[in-house]
């Protein structure tokens, strides 16, 4: 079966979404001279937008690649929380998965741009203090979604105020109790080893030397930092991804490291939603029992096509498909 074939089996696969909500807001202006209160531009907005973020795209691209979706997650009942489960609904995603609360605030983050430049990035995260009953309530209600889920996708962005250590152990536990099925992590850079014993890992390569404070990227030194990632954590797999070089499959029993050339031909539009989309169809491939380095592949694929897309493009199977068979040399 080649490549794109293995895309028809993602059809109906059921994959547990577990992470962070967010809104991404965009205001759209134009800068008007300098402010008279402080040397900064004075942008005049003209229209705003608002999408869904964190674990929203995901979930999107799960869904609009032939996936069935479940989500769990804590949102504020405020605009931004009310906002996300609307989208939610647009899309026909079950939200009972969804916990609303009135003590939090829904993260957000707010992208000001004018003259087609970023100003300015604002911000929020979730209240430093969500109760313990709340957290107690959204683990069971992770450990008690559809018995039928093939796959789990934990996607930690590193908001604040739920992603913590304690909140981290304990969910994978409670994963773990209830469903056998694959677990990939989008860990924060700052706690990977405490996704223990998971199928895959996945960390952006450039940020990954970073974090071991390796400044070259070599077979070598790409090696070293997977299996330092899989020495703490005791993750079968360790995936670090770069859309515009060399990305590394990295295996816990086996020194060998399987490199994968960049697939993207064309210049980038936009780098939004790579991420999301790549975890999406490592939930989806792995959900379907596809061999690991196809996943990779397949997510790749998925990476480069997103890359050259307008921000946010959701696609259907078959369009992947075909921008994998117009890059058949690199299958």
């Known amino acids: 079966?080649?490549?794109?074939?293995?895309?028809?089996?993602?059809?109906?696969?059921?994959?547990?979404?577990?992470?962070?909500?967010?809104?991404?807001?965009?205001?759209?202006?134009?800068?008007?001279?300098?402010?008279?209160?402080?040397?900064?531009?004075?942008?005049?907005?003209?229209?705003?937008?608002?999408?869904?973020?964190?674990?929203?795209?995901?979930?999107?691209?799960?869904?609009?690649?032939?996936?069935?979706?479940?989500?769990?997650?804590?949102?504020?009942?405020?605009?931004?929380?009310?906002?996300?489960?609307?989208?939610?609904?647009?899309?026909?995603?079950?939200?009972?998965?969804?916990?609303?609360?009135?003590?939090?605030?829904?993260?957000?983050?707010?992208?000001?741009?004018?003259?087609?430049?970023?100003?300015?990035?604002?911000?929020?995260?979730?209240?430093?203090?969500?109760?313990?009953?709340?957290?107690?309530?959204?683990?069971?209600?992770?450990?008690?979604?559809?018995?039928?889920?093939?796959?789990?996708?934990?996607?930690?962005?590193?908001?604040?105020?739920?992603?913590?250590?304690?909140?981290?152990?304990?969910?994978?536990?409670?994963l773990k109790k209830s469903y056998n099925v694959p677990i990939i992590a989008r860990p924060n850079f700052s706690n990977y080893y405490i996704y223990e014993e998971i199928d895959l890992i996945k960390m952006n390569l450039q940020k990954a030397l970073e974090t071991f404070s390796i400044d070259t990227s070599t077979e070598t030194s790409v090696s070293i930092v997977g299996k330092k990632i899989i020495n703490s954590s005791k993750s079968k797999n360790v995936l670090l991804s770069y859309l515009e070089s060399d990305s590394y499959l990295i295996f816990k029993d086996s020194e060998r490291v399987e490199k994968f050339n960049p697939i993207l031909k064309s210049r980038v539009r936009s780098y939004v939603a790579v991420g999301s989309v790549i975890m999406a169809v490592l939930g989806l491939s792995f959900a379907s029992k596809i061999p690991v380095s196809e996943c990779i592949k397949l997510a790749l694929h998925s990476a480069a096509l997103t890359a050259s897309l307008p921000p946010v493009n959701f696609y259907n199977p078959e369009k992947l498909q075909n921008f994998i068979l117009s890059n058949k040399s690199q299958c």
């Open 1 to 174: 079966m080649s490549l794109a074939d293995e895309i028809s089996k993602w059809k109906d696969k059921k994959v547990l979404v577990v992470g962070e909500a967010l809104v991404d807001e965009y205001l759209y202006g134009r800068a008007e001279g300098i402010s008279p209160d402080a040397p900064v531009p004075n942008v005049k907005i003209e229209r705003t937008s608002a999408f869904l973020g964190g674990i929203g795209r995901v979930i999107k691209y799960v869904n609009s690649l032939g996936g069935i979706p479940e989500v769990c997650t804590i949102v504020g009942d405020d605009y931004q929380g009310n906002l996300f489960l609307k989208k939610m609904k647009e899309i026909k995603i079950d939200t009972s998965g969804v916990l609303k609360d009135k003590k939090i605030n829904t993260p957000q983050i707010t992208k000001i741009k004018a003259m087609n430049q970023h100003m300015l990035r604002l911000e929020t995260d979730y209240s430093s203090n969500i109760p313990e009953s709340l957290i107690e309530d959204f683990f069971e209600i992770v450990a008690n979604r559809s018995r039928d889920i093939e796959a789990i996708l934990v996607l930690d962005y590193g908001i604040g105020g739920l992603f913590n250590d304690l909140f981290i152990q304990t969910l994978l536990k409670k």
